[in-house]
């Protein structure tokens, strides 16, 4: 009898064929050789049942039924994809034992087993395990087929992953739908991460800018010119930051301190996939879905790079010949230049920021593969595939060094800083080419500011330049030029796909250090094969929406997270507790730890939810700032249990929320009054007693269907009113003094005030007039 071979995708199907079976008869929906029987999975072609398949009542969401927790999991399957199952049951009884060749992964286990259970398939299995999808490491890969039984732990870790997924998605949608008659996708993954992007909301709308100044000098020592920035206390007043520019400005003066070391700064780390998704939005502003396909393009399609779902930034010594084979590819490609003057040496077994087998576990790092790149790859697939084969050739070259200056100069007993990094061996960075990292071009300084976390008020600025930087401490130097700059604080930076994935990288935690990142690697949110699809959910229950590279949270997504914090189950909020749940998952894949007592607390949580929600006072429908239409719309759209964070190719909770089911649910009640942590501040129309809440364009009463037409819109005059702010007019009738730039550009200090408490007017008084 014949083996049969199940592949996740036709594609790897078909390319896994042509190596072993070359000769193999293409029968549309599997290949056949004399050997082997190459069919596969279409993704999940089998998932877990839906709750109305344990008991036809649960087809009526009704509270009273919570929690839903089943004994035994049923499966269920895919019924758009029944046909190909059916090839799959027909083709294993002409077979004596299968081969797994589904990803190499937690989610391609998974699609296997379930399979395999649901058509109680007793064939001994062997597992491919392969990170590319070139012949040769498929060849290698099938002359060294493992014993399926040694993932076992991995399946259990699949199993406990999708079962727990479910019981805390459809419960949790369920019970918050029904208290509040509005479709509501709460998710163990995708409600914390919405609560990362909520907190930041929070941050940027409670935000009120001041107004300071920077004092800058220009100096002269014989030809040389250097700006410094003006030592001391925060200046809040104009006058006070002109005078110090008028009192140094034309004076001489002399350096205090000069200080130079010298420092190498290495290449940056081989990619893993959410690394690649963060650089690919930053750079191009491809949404992480986006990253995620292309990248899939490149392995499946094009054989041209290796697996891209994996969490690793090395490779192990069995791939350094390889790597080899691809520097040698290159050297006739489009990168021919820069693979000849690459240094082969310097990439071997003792270089542990490229060789590091400690810290591969299912796949090593995303590389190219020695095939040469195709002509027919579009725009969006080069512009991915040119930034792994850079990051590649990057650690075949030495690391870049620096000399860093920090000069203290004194004039008129005022202090001014300079900090310079001056470039004297490009080293690595040649490879960058017109990336955004590389460093300045021949003949132009550029500065930055340095940011811890994107957001520090840090003034001194560092200028980087490839140009020589030299003063002499025992010469005088002259202020050319002194002037005082108007500057105001910054909020937080809203999330764009690429900082959340940061952030959902390390559970929300602000880590900046690559080791203590590379700790938090299994106690982030979701899985790099995973976060994309999170972020799409997000977008397609209606809870953030894109501006540009920004994420914005819209009136939907605020109401989810304060009803689940205000029902008391803030855990479902909690980043750092869905990392340690994704680090036990990790554990039981490794057989340190039972999936047993994970599930227990899991249907333990669940129930807890159910529990609490059923206390919580229904919530006022204008609270969702979305009418009727759009409601139905969101609930047609919701055919997957709230945001489980699986990849796109999961279904293993695939209808929590039905259409049918959502409307009814959406309508079973009637609203009675608000959460209380939604409003902004009691509406100051006379004899109203209503509450401001925010909403998509402005700051308006709930009581608004009683007849209150008080509303303060957030865009006037150009200028944005922020939450902070509206809180400010309502309750003391005008926000603090700021600072806004008119429209030719020049300052203008004063308050918003509030003019019409009825109705919401306000206007901008210049507190100078």
Partial sequence: ?????????????????????????????????????????????????????????????????????????????????????????????????????????????????????????????????????????????????????????????????????????????????????????????????????????????????????????????????????????????????????????????????????????????????????????????????????????????????????????????????????????????????????????????????????????????????????????????????????????????????????????????????????????????????????????????????????????DEDELLITDQPFSVDPSQAVMCEQASALEKMTKPPKPYTEGTLLKAMESAGKAIEDDELREAMKHTGLGTPATRAATIERLKQVGYISTAGKKLEMTAKGCAAIELIRSAGVDLLTSPEMTGRWEQRLHQISRGEASNEPFMAKVKQFAGMIVAKVKQQRPADASLFGEQAGREKRTAKGARRTSGSGKSSKSSTTKSAVSSSAAKKAAASATATTAVDAAWIADCPRPGCGGKLIEGKRGYGCLRFKEGCGFVIWKEQQGKKITAAMAKSLATSGKTRKITIKQADGTPLSGNWVLRDTAKGTIQFVNSDA
């Avoid at 039924?65 to 009884?93: G, M, S, V, Y």
């Avoid at 409670?206 to 040389?224: R, W």
């Fill in 1 to 457: 009898m014949k083996t049969l071979i199940i592949a996740e995708k036709p594609d790897m199907g078909r390319t896994i064929a042509a190596v072993i079976e070359p000769k193999a008869q293409n029968k549309r929906t599997y290949l056949e050789g004399q050997q082997f029987i190459i069919t596969w999975a279409i993704g999940h072609l089998v998932s877990l049942a839906e709750p109305d398949q344990y008991d036809p009542k649960y087809k009526r969401w009704n509270e009273a039924d919570l929690p839903i927790i089943p004994d035994h999991f049923k499966l269920w399957p895919n019924p758009r994809t029944k046909e190909q199952l059916k090839t799959i049951a027909e083709l294993a009884k002409k077979c004596n034992k299968l081969v797994n060749a589904c990803d190499a992964g937690r989610e391609g286990q998974l699609i296997f087993h379930l399979i395999r259970q649901y058509l109680k398939l007793r064939q001994p299995v062997e597992r491919l395990w392969i990170s590319d999808l070139t012949p040769e490491t498929i060849r290698r890969g099938f002359a060294s087929l493992r014993s399926d039984a040694e993932y076992d732990n991995l399946t259990s870790a699949a199993r406990a992953r999708s079962e727990a997924d479910w019981l805390v998605g459809m419960n949790a949608s369920r019970a918050f739908t029904i208290r509040h008659r509005t479709l509501l996708s709460v998710g163990r993954v995708q409600t914390p991460v919405l609560a990362l992007l909520y907190d930041r909301h929070k941050e940027i709308t409670a935000f009120e800018s001041e107004t300071y100044y920077v004092v800058q000098g220009e100096f002269s020592q014989q030809a040389f010119r250097y700006k410094g920035v003006w030592q001391g206390d925060r200046l809040t007043a104009k006058d006070k930051a002109e005078a110090i520019a008028a009192k140094v400005r034309g004076k001489q003066g002399r350096i205090v301190s000069y200080k130079t070391n010298e420092t190498k700064e290495y290449p940056f780390r081989l990619y893993d996939l959410t690394l690649l998704q963060r650089e690919a939005n930053g750079r191009f502003g491809y949404p992480a879905k986006k990253t995620l396909d292309l990248a899939q393009a490149l392995y499946e399609k094009h054989k041209v790079i290796t697996y891209p779902r994996t969490s690793s930034n090395y490779v192990t010594e069995e791939n350094i010949p390889v790597m080899g084979k691809v520097l040698h590819m290159l050297k006739s490609t489009d990168y021919g230049a820069l693979a000849a003057g690459a240094d082969q040496g310097r990439v071997h077994k003792g270089n542990k920021a490229v060789c590091n087998p400690a810290k591969v576990e299912d796949h090593h790092a995303i590389i190219p593969t020695p095939k040469r790149p195709p002509s027919g790859l579009s725009k969006d697939e080069l512009n991915i595939y040119d930034m792994i084969v850079r990051r590649f050739l990057s650690h075949y070259y030495p690391p870049a060094v620096y000399n860093n200056h920090e000069v203290i100069t004194e004039v008129e007993q005022e202090t001014f800083k300079t900090r310079a990094k001056e470039q004297l061996d490009p080293g690595w960075r040649v490879v960058l080419g017109d990336e955004g990292e590389s460093s300045s071009s021949a003949g132009k300084a550029k500065s930055r500011r340095k940011k811890a976390d994107d957001q520090a008020e």
